[in-house]
């Protein structure tokens, strides 16, 4: 599968809490305003593009060092890749000299809070939290980035689902899909965070969790991340084999209806 090792980590818990499936957790990390730390970078397509492809082809190892963000921004190797990534994504925003440093800065900065940032800190407010912490992407034992997934749909109906997974990795022996999102938002609460989950993207999230669920039958399938780069802030949705048995049958009820049978 293009497993490549990380660091090993100790066992944890990765028990669903009642409601937790609705609700989702959310992860604040750092100080931010309710629109994010990252509002002000450029957006757009090119954009989310040139953040997913970067992401993609980062050194993580480089990163496992203990790099601070500003060595790692200054880095010209790590300048060199992001340019041409925004040139080819993002050539627009490109103007001057001190016009590409800055958006170079603001993605790189971007990136680095994805990579370094735990994904889910412990929560301090809740002595049942809905799921287990989960450290920094660099912390996790096996991942793979940007995999290919062939989701067969259930009989009696025939073809397949296919996509991407942005990051599928293993933490404390549990797997995990992570999302990376780079959705410019005007609420970037928890509330609001989990509401836009819900409201745009619970289809995919159903998606990603049967596929992933169908890769690696040695690693119980925890849940899935939805990580808001530009907050940086991310939804842990944790999942067990009743939200699987349930989103197979969404799937197949969702056929049925394509196909005029429900």
């Known amino acids: 599968t293009g497993w490549s090792a ?40 090119g954009v989310g593009r040139a953040l997913h492809e970067l992401l993609e082809f980062i050194d993580l190892d480089e990163l496992r060092t203990g790099v601070d963000a500003a060595g790692w921004v200054g880095s010209a190797p ?59 992407l660099l912390s996790a034992t096996r991942l793979v980035r940007e995999l290919e997934f062939v989701l067969p749909v259930p009989a009696p109906h025939r073809g397949a689902v296919t996509g991407v997974i942005d990051v599928l990795f293993e933490s404390d022996g549990a797997l995990w899909v992570l999302d990376y999102k780079t959705d410019r938002l005007s609420d970037a609460s928890a509330a609001g965070l989990r509401a836009h989950v819900e409201q745009h993207y619970a289809i995919q999230r159903r998606i990603y969790a049967l596929a992933a669920a169908q890769m690696e039958a040695t690693v119980p399938l925890a849940g899935v991340v939805f990580w ?35």
């Open 6 to 45: 990380g660091p090993p980590a100790p066992a944890a818990d990765h028990s669903v809490a009642p409601g937790a499936l609705d609700a989702g957790t959310t992860a604040a990390v750092g100080p931010h305003s309710a629109i994010g730390r990252h509002h002000a970078a450029p957006g757009g397509a």
């Open 78 to 136: 790590v300048r060199e890749l992001a340019t041409r990534v925004l040139r080819r994504h993002a050539q627009e925003l490109l103007g001057s000299p001190r016009q590409t440093d800055t958006v170079v800065d603001q993605v790189l900065h971007m990136a680095y809070d994805a990579v370094t940032t735990p994904l889910s800190p412990p929560d301090a407010a809740s002595d049942r939290p809905a799921v287990a912490a989960l450290p920094a």
């Open 228 to 262: 808001f780069v530009r907050v940086p802030r991310a939804v842990v949705v944790p999942i067990n084999r009743d939200v699987l048995a349930h989103d197979q049958s969404w799937l197949a009820s969702e056929l049925a209806n394509q196909r005029g049978d429900g």
